[in-house]
Nanobody
Framework: QVQLVESGGGLVQAGGSLRLSCTAS????????MAWFRQAPGKERRFVAA????????LYDDSVKGRFTISRDNAKRTMYLQMNSLKPEDTAVYYC??????????????????WGQGTQVTASA
């Protein structure tokens, strides 16, 4: 069993920054791709960014490219999302997820089997 716990959310003004963390416990963390998703009120959960097991390959949604940076520290069993130049449309609950697979990285929710409880990010206009 894997437990994922997000932290670092909060309220910031548009243009501000936040860093989210996702810490894993339980079964192996370092062998698996990880990702961040977000869900705004009344909308589906959507892909934000993914990172492969070693951290040397990353994938971003176009809406956050150039503003957000995903990273991981396998020794600390922790993944991060540095969010800069936040916009009101970034407001959502952010979830971390662990892939079902040990290779690659993925955009689809169906490729992830463990999820955190979510952390709220609000960027005010």
């Amino acid at each position: 069993q894997v437990q994922l716990v997000e932290s670092g959310g909060g309220l910031v003004q548009a243009g501000g920054s936040l860093r989210l963390s996702c810490t894993a416990s339980g079964r192996t963390f370092s062998n698996y791709a990880m990702a961040w998703f977000r869900q705004a009120p009344g909308k589906e959960r959507r892909f934000v960014a993914a990172i492969n097991w070693s951290g040397d390959s990353k994938l971003y949604d176009d809406s956050v490219k150039g503003r957000f940076t995903i990273s991981r520290d396998n020794a600390k069993r922790t993944m991060y999302l540095q969010m800069n130049s936040l916009k009101p449309e970034d407001t959502a609950v952010y979830y971390c997820a662990r892939s079902k697979y040990t290779g690659g990285y993925y955009r689809s929710r169906n490729d992830y089997d463990y999820w955190g409880q979510g952390t709220q990010v609000t960027a005010s206009a």
